[in-house]
């Protein structure tokens, strides 16, 4: 059983989650979009999770379609109604239920031919995890960082989404602590490898194919992309940190702190954040 709100409420019409909590608050925020390829480069470092990319989409293709379907969809499950936001996880629940393989590269943990489905609560906790870690690192580096307590409370709402996609509670970690020993067990142990699919996808998330703009927005992208994956995964991945990029990203985080917070709503909240809360006013 998925719980979805702190209340009882059957009303298909009220939302996942409280606008007035840490979550929604987080979430609404436009600049999140910045720690998108982190997240991607994060999810692929696992074999199993790229070996079902890489078989089963346009990625390489299209790897920002797959960026902003997916912000879409997440959007929707926060700031949307029960009823949209139920369905929404139901379709992507249909979706993951077909992609199943065998991976084709041996890692030190996985052999060639060892099985994967994209609803494998495990695949699924890690995708989860990768959302929160850069979500929360992504919110504290350009706004006022969350307090501790704040965090808590981001990391407590933040499993409905976990529920949604069917990890059980016995793999759910059950606090923020706990979250982060499992992050960082999952960061220094075997399971993550970079293998040649997971490299090459890397490149289209750093260098997306865009027409007209192959490099330039590209550059942005990456750079944000390096800035926010953590230096082991930097390293696994062989990208280079260097001190043209160092300079550049200070630059970037300087801009963004002083404007972001005198913004107007408009310029700074996601749309779809912005008509949850114009129709819950009405």
């Given at each position: 059983?998925?719980?979805?709100?702190?209340?009882?409420?059957?009303?298909?019409?009220?939302?996942?989650?409280?606008?007035?909590?840490?979550?929604?608050?987080v979430n609404r925020e436009s600049v999140l979009l910045l720690g998108g390829g982190a997240a991607l480069l994060l999810q692929v470092a696992h074999p199993l999770v790229a070996a079902g990319v890489a078989d089963h989409s346009d990625f390489r293709e299209r790897p920002l379609r797959r960026l902003y379907r997916t912000v879409r969809a997440m959007q929707t499950i926060i700031c949307a109604d029960r009823g949209d936001a139920l369905a929404t996880a139901a379709n992507i629940n249909?979706?993951?239920?077909?992609?199943?393989?065998?991976?084709?590269?041996?890692?030190?943990?996985?052999?060639?031919?060892?099985?994967?489905?994209?609803?494998?609560?495990?695949?699924?906790?890690?995708?989860?995890?990768?959302?929160?870690?850069?979500?929360?690192?992504?919110?504290?580096?350009?706004?006022?960082?969350?307090?501790?307590?704040?965090?808590?409370?981001?990391?407590?709402?933040?499993?409905?989404?976990?529920?949604?996609?069917?990890?059980?509670?016995?793999?759910?970690?059950?606090?923020?602590?706990?979250?982060?020993?499992?992050?960082?067990?999952?960061?220094?142990?075997?399971?993550?490898?970079?293998?040649?699919?997971?490299?090459?996808?890397?490149?289209?998330?750093?260098?997306?194919?865009?027409?007209?703009?192959?490099?330039?927005?590209?550059?942005?992208?990456?750079?944000?992309?390096?800035?926010?994956?953590?230096?082991?995964?930097?390293?696994?991945?062989?990208?280079?940190?260097?001190?043209?990029?160092?300079?550049?990203?200070?630059?970037?985080?300087?801009?963004?702190?002083?404007?972001?917070?005198?913004?107007?709503?408009?310029?700074?909240?996601?749309?779809?954040?912005?008509?949850?809360?114009?129709?819950?006013?009405?």
């Amino acid at each position: 059983m998925v719980e979805l709100r702190r209340d009882t409420s059957d009303d298909l019409t009220e939302g996942l989650f409280e606008r007035t909590g840490v979550f929604w608050r987080v979430n609404r925020e436009s600049v999140l979009l910045l720690g998108g390829g982190a997240a991607l480069l994060l999810q692929v470092a696992h074999p199993l999770v790229a070996a079902g990319v890489a078989d089963h989409s346009d990625f390489r293709e299209r790897p920002l379609r797959r960026l902003y379907r997916t912000v879409r969809a997440m959007q929707t499950i926060i700031c949307a109604d029960r009823g949209d936001a139920l369905a929404t996880a139901a379709n992507i629940n249909a979706i993951h239920r077909r992609v199943r393989g065998t991976l084709r590269e041996a890692t030190r943990l996985y052999p060639v031919g060892t099985p994967y489905r994209a609803d494998d609560p495990e695949l699924v906790l890690w995708v989860y995890a990768t959302l929160v870690a850069t979500s929360l690192g992504t919110y504290n580096e350009f706004l006022p960082a969350l307090s501790l307590a704040e965090e808590r409370e981001f990391y407590e709402e933040s499993k409905t989404i976990a529920r949604l996609f069917g990890v059980p509670e016995s793999l759910l970690p059950t606090t923020l602590e706990d979250f982060w020993c499992y992050w960082d067990g999952m960061l220094s142990g075997p399971v993550l490898e970079i293998t040649p699919t997971a490299r090459a996808l890397g490149f289209d998330i750093l260098h997306p194919p865009i027409t007209g703009f192959p490099y330039v927005l590209g550059g942005v992208i990456g750079i944000a992309a390096l800035a926010l994956l953590p230096p082991v995964l930097r390293e696994r991945y062989g990208l280079k940190w260097d001190r043209k990029r160092t300079v550049l990203w200070g630059r970037a985080q300087r801009i963004l702190r002083t404007t972001l917070p005198v913004l107007p709503d408009v310029a700074r909240a996601s749309r779809t954040a912005r008509r949850a809360e114009r129709e819950l006013a009405r």
